[in-house]
């Protein structure tokens, strides 16, 4: 399998998280509205501990460091806090992944044998057989790209050097993906854009590193 087949898998793969990100910020707006609420009352008494610490007369760093784990208004509002923002983080989490679930096994187990990205790029996902692949498959093919994302794409890398061009995931769900490599002009174009945002990106924390280090040695 050709670098130009992973290109296209991966240009139709981002193209599926562009068109998922609303509805995942959606899905765990309320969450992640109940993280910044956790987050704020955790600053709050943050301040207000160090208020009453300092009135007390504790300056000294260890001293104050002591005078806040004494203080048990202040340690029962940062565990309410940590406990509330780990729950809610969890919740925003999971309606995330339940949302990204839904659109991957939905669309991969259809008629469409796609997601909109890969039909857009003229992909589709079949059983080894060059089945629809149904529902459980299509689970088990999800389920099993996960590894991959934790490995920074190792699993989907694989894809070229099979002559298969077959994923890690592909492999266990006994899945491939079928279709036309060749890049569109707009495709091509998308991937530009990814790499601008990442050339931008990597320059912007190289130029803010660099200030950190001249400040420094000021």
């Given at each position: 399998m050709s670098a130009a087949a992973f290109k296209a898998?991966?240009?139709?793969?981002?193209?599926?998280?562009?068109?998922?990100s609303p509805f995942v910020v959606g899905a765990a707006w309320r969450?992640?509205?109940?993280?910044?609420?956790?987050?704020?009352g955790m600053e709050g008494?943050?301040?207000?501990?160090?208020?009453r610490a300092f009135a007390a007369g504790h300056i000294a760093l260890?001293?104050?460091?002591?005078a806040l784990q004494a203080d048990a208004a202040f340690m029962a509002a940062m565990t309410q806090g940590m406990e509330a923002l780990f729950a809610s983080l969890l919740s925003a989490g999971l309606w995330a992944w339940l949302v990204v679930a839904a659109y991957f096994v939905g669309f991969e187990a259809s008629p469409w044998r796609a997601?909109?990205?890969?039909?857009?790029?003229?992909?589709?996902?079949?059983?080894?057989?060059?089945?629809t692949v149904g529902l459980p498959r299509a689970l088990l093919r999800f389920v099993a790209a996960g590894p991959s994302w934790l490995l920074l794409h190792l699993g989907h890398a694989l894809v070229m050097f099979r002559d298969d061009g077959r994923a890690?995931?592909?492999?266990?769900?006994?899945?491939?993906?079928?279709?036309?490599?060749?890049?569109?002009?707009?495709?091509?174009?998308w991937l530009g854009l990814q790499a601008a945002a990442v050339a931008l990106l990597l320059g912007w924390v190289a130029w803010t590193a660099m200030q950190a280090v001249m400040v420094l040695g000021l």
């Open positions: 898998r991966y240009a139709a793969y981002t193209l599926d998280l562009a068109l998922l969450p992640l509205q109940v993280v910044q609420a956790a987050w704020r008494a943050i301040q207000l501990a160090l208020d260890l001293d104050l460091a002591g997601t909109p990205g890969k039909r857009a790029l003229g992909l589709r996902v079949l059983a080894n057989d060059g089945t890690g995931h592909d492999l266990v769900a006994g899945t491939r993906v079928d279709g036309d490599a060749a890049l569109p002009a707009w495709a091509t174009a």
